[in-house]
């Protein structure tokens, strides 16, 4: 099955087809759910994330990672509406926790 064309990086997140933000997430690296299609895991670097489609925004999780001391970091919650392009979107989530 081809991979659905993306809007330009500009484009707020809600004029993007479901099909077009599953596979953004997917070239972003996340990984669906097995038997929860709106939540995706996503690994990079030092930190992963879960990401969730909700109705009316993104919700991603940032999961403790390791710093450069070896000590452990925090967790972080954020909610970023549909609203917001894609390219915003995708800076916030891989600037990581």
């Known amino acids: 099955m081809p991979m659905p064309s993306l809007p330009p990086a500009q484009t707020p997140l809600y004029n993007h ?3 077009a933000i599953e596979a953004w997430l997917a070239v972003l ?11 995706w895991r996503l690994r990079h670097g030092g930190w992963s ?3 969730e489609l909700g109705v009316e925004e993104v919700t991603v999780v940032w999961q ?3 710093a ?3 000590s452990a970091t925090a967790s ?4 970023f509406p ?3 392009s894609r390219a ?3 800076a916030a989530i891989l600037a990581g926790p």
Not at 29 to 39: D, I, N, S, T, Y
Not at 76 to 79: D, F, M
Request: hydrophobic share 25%.
């Open 29 to 39: 690296g996340a990984v669906q759910q097995p038997g929860r299609p709106c939540l």
């Open 88 to 90: 915003d979107v995708e």
């Open 17 to 19: 087809p479901l099909p």
């Open 76 to 79: 972080a919650r954020r909610q």
């Open 49 to 51: 994330a879960d990401l």
């Open 64 to 66: 403790p990672g390791r």
């Open 68 to 70: 450069s001391d070896g």
């Open 82 to 84: 549909y609203g917001l």
